[in-house]
């Protein structure tokens, strides 16, 4: 064998190689600097982790009353402070935003203090429940709850939450893209 034709076979078996590895090298690459890259996801929301499933019985709702429909709730605290008013008027103007899509939004007030009812009577869009003592507060953060607006899936859990600090097109632009509907 000639040393050209050895040469040639020499190119040919590193390119083989090189075409071979290439794709393990770049995989153990990205795994080895995924710290570094600042990958991030489309929602605006803060991730509520782990997922936290609301007994709907437990807060006197009707058996599917989260199947269907997103839920933007509130928790408030003893009473129904400035924040408090701010978060359903938050809610009230998202859900009205979302146009045709409305009706797949859904808003729930749960109170620590006041009667519910007194909050929600002059709003039919609006449902209320009077809650009580630690169990009532599982799916929520507590003491924290009145702080944020939550956003319930379909299936009853808590999946999102937004602090009463943030942009409320945050939430407007996360259900429209749970909806279907794309950045609006």
């Known amino acids: 064998?000639?040393?050209?034709?050895?040469?040639?076979?020499?190119?040919?078996?590193?390119?083989?190689l090189l075409v071979f590895l290439a794709p393990?090298?770049?995989?153990?690459?990205?795994?080895?600097?995924?710290?570094h890259l600042h990958l991030?996801?489309?929602?605006?929301?803060?991730?509520?982790?782990?997922?936290?499933?609301?007994d709907g019985a437990g807060l006197g709702?009707?058996?599917?009353?989260?199947?269907?429909?997103?839920?933007l709730v509130y928790v408030s605290g003893a009473q129904c402070s400035a924040d408090c008013g701010r978060a359903?008027?938050?809610m009230r103007g998202t859900r009205l935003a979302l146009g045709e899509q409305t009706a797949?939004?859904?808003?729930?007030?749960?109170?620590?203090?006041?009667?519910?009812?007194?909050?929600?009577?002059?709003?039919?869009t609006l449902t209320g429940r009077d809650i009580h003592g630690a169990a009532?507060?599982?799916?929520?953060?507590?003491?924290?709850a009145?702080?944020?607006?939550?956003l319930v899936d379909q299936h009853g859990y808590v999946v999102l939450r937004y602090a009463l600090t943030q942009d409320p097109k945050f939430i407007l632009q996360d259900l429209r893209h749970l909806l279907g509907a794309g950045e609006g």
Do not use: C
């Open 61 to 71: 709702l009707p058996q599917d009353y989260f199947a269907h429909h997103l839920t």
């Open 40 to 54: 991030s996801t489309t929602n605006k929301g803060e991730f509520v982790q782990p997922p936290r499933l609301l």
């Open 104 to 124: 797949q939004v859904q808003r729930l007030y749960l109170s620590q203090g006041i009667l519910a009812a007194d909050i929600t009577q002059s709003d039919p």
């Open 1 to 16: 064998m000639n040393r050209a034709a050895l040469k040639s076979n020499r190119r040919t078996l590193l390119l083989l």
């Open 136 to 144: 009532a507060l599982t799916g929520f953060d507590g003491a924290d």
């Open 88 to 90: 359903l008027e938050v």
């Open 146 to 150: 009145p702080k944020y607006i939550y």
């Open 24 to 35: 393990a090298v770049g995989s153990w690459l990205l795994y080895a600097n995924v710290g």
